[in-house]
């Protein structure tokens, strides 16, 4: 995993007040597969929620305008489409 994407589960983990575990964290590729782990990981918030909040990390993580935000698709690769290391 590369250091973009590990700070970005460090973001994901203190704006959801949750630990994501190394052995989950290696299948979290696309933007997606994060969306359906924390909604999996946090039944109490609807998956709407969880979606603009996963954005709004997002975006602050990679400086990404409101063009940018409203183009992201659940199949984005962190690494391949949003250019992670």
């Known amino acids: 995993m590369g250091m973009d994407l590990l700070e970005y589960h460090m973001r994901i983990e203190d704006a959801f007040n949750i630990r994501i575990p190394d052995e989950d964290a290696t ?3 696309t933007v997606g597969q994060m969306h359906e782990y924390l909604s ?12 603009h909040r996963q954005l709004d990390v997002l975006c602050r993580f990679r400086r990404l305008d409101a063009a940018r935000r409203a183009a992201i698709k ?12």
């Open 27 to 29: 299948g979290l590729l």
């Open 40 to 51: 999996r990981r946090l039944p109490t918030l609807d998956t709407e929620q969880v979606w």
């Open 74 to 85: 659940a199949s984005d690769g962190f690494v391949r489409d949003l250019n992670f290391d």
